[in-house]
């Protein structure tokens, strides 16, 4: 199993890099052989989508379409596609994932999702090019908000998750708000994001 984990936090080492890594460790320890790469988005060069569309409007079968900006990007579509499961970690910031996580959320929209043409649903609205099935887990962070309020300001949550369905084929197992890390402690919230880990596997 290849096991990519997307950490969009601006800082290293802190609370959300500990918890996905606890979450790895979980993921390991029910599958030895997993492999595992880390992407600290704040590692490399991400530019914000410009909206020109050539990647959504490109006619194309393959699972990845042409994006004009060339970038650490094009790094990171490589490792993706060759992932089988997927952990996504990022604080929240005003209710939503960081901007490192969002332009990166962006980027991935079109370019590995092509816009819908069923009358069933919504006309354009994006589905995965790839057939590859993947299975995903959420970690975001509060250091105030306390769990209590989550659905009062954690966005987040569901904006990976739906863009991650769209654009990677991939079904999110389970998610954790681990709240109030100023008082209560990352370590607080550690064995939850083992046991998270562990459904990835």
């Known amino acids: 199993m290849n096991l990519v984990a997307v950490i969009g936090s601006p800082r290293k ?65 490589k490792v993706l596609l060759e992932s089988d499961a997927l952990i996504f970690g990022t604080p929240v910031h005003s209710g939503y994932p960081t901007a ?19 009358f069933l649903t919504a006309h354009g609205c994006p589905l995965p090019r790839s057939n590859k099935k993947r299975k995903s887990i959420i970690i975001v962070t509060s250091g105030v908000v306390p769990p209590l309020y989550r659905w009062f300001c954690d966005w987040a949550t569901k904006c990976i998750r739906g863009i991650s369905r769209e654009s990677l084929n991939a079904k999110t197992v389970g998610d954790m708000y681990a709240g109030d890390i100023e008082h209560r402690g990352v370590d607080y919230y550690f064995e939850k994001a083992i046991k998270l880990g562990q459904k990835l596997a």
């Not at 052989?33 to 060069?45: E, H």
């Not at 989508?49 to 094009?74: F, H, Q, W, Y």
């Open 13 to 77: 080492g802190k609370a959300t890099e500990k918890l996905v890594d606890k979450a790895i460790e979980g993921a390991i320890s029910k599958n030895p052989s997993c492999l595992v790469k880390k992407l600290n988005l704040v590692d490399y060069d991400i530019q914000y989508c410009r909206n020109c569309l050539v990647c959504r409007d490109a006619k194309t079968d393959e699972p990845l379409s042409k994006c004009v900006i060339k970038d650490g990007m094009s790094q990171i579509y």
């Open 100 to 118: 490192l996580m969002m332009a990166f959320l962006e980027r991935i929209t079109w370019t590995l999702a092509k816009p819908e043409k069923s």
